[in-house]
């Protein structure tokens, strides 16, 4: 009976453990592009031209155009290359979006105003941020079980179109 039990609590121990593990293996198609629709508020993950998942999103505390200086809560748009990963990131686990490139940093600087940075696709909502929809500073938001299955499939190096 104590080996059965012993059993049983290393196989319930090993389910635990595979459940609460951030870190996910993908095996399935490439993703080869990262599509946005602000106005919809949803992202697509694509292999060519199949869709291979898609996402209910939430954006910049002020959603509508494209990002011009740090600070204004918008989303950029354009396009965009995955350029890095953050596993301990404050909003669960985040990918890094190559925003701003040399067209948003030359318009920032004839603003005279940093364009910002730091734009990642990253996971939902802490206690402290704001329940408002388009809550983030303008980053692209999904839950925290959503960005999980992202961080997995997203290599570094993929294309993002972030469209209006």
Sequence with gaps: MSIFRAIL???????????ASKFKPYNGPEVTRVIVYKERHKMYLMHNDKVLKRYDIELGF??????AV?????????????DRRNPNSTFYLSIGISYPNAADVAKAKALGKSPGGDIFIH????????PEPD?????????????????????????ITINP
């Design 9 to 19: 609590l290393l196989a319930v121990m090993g389910f635990i453990g595979g459940c």
């Design 62 to 67: 002020a959603p509508t155009g494209h990002k």
């Design 70 to 82: 740090e600070g204004d809560g918008k989303t950029p748009e354009g396009e965009y290359i995955i």
């Design 123 to 130: 996971g939902g909502r802490r206690k402290i941020d704001s």
């Design 135 to 159: 809550w983030t500073a303008g980053c692209i938001s999904v839950s925290n079980r959503q960005m999980r299955d992202i961080y997995a499939m997203v290599r570094n190096g993929t294309p």
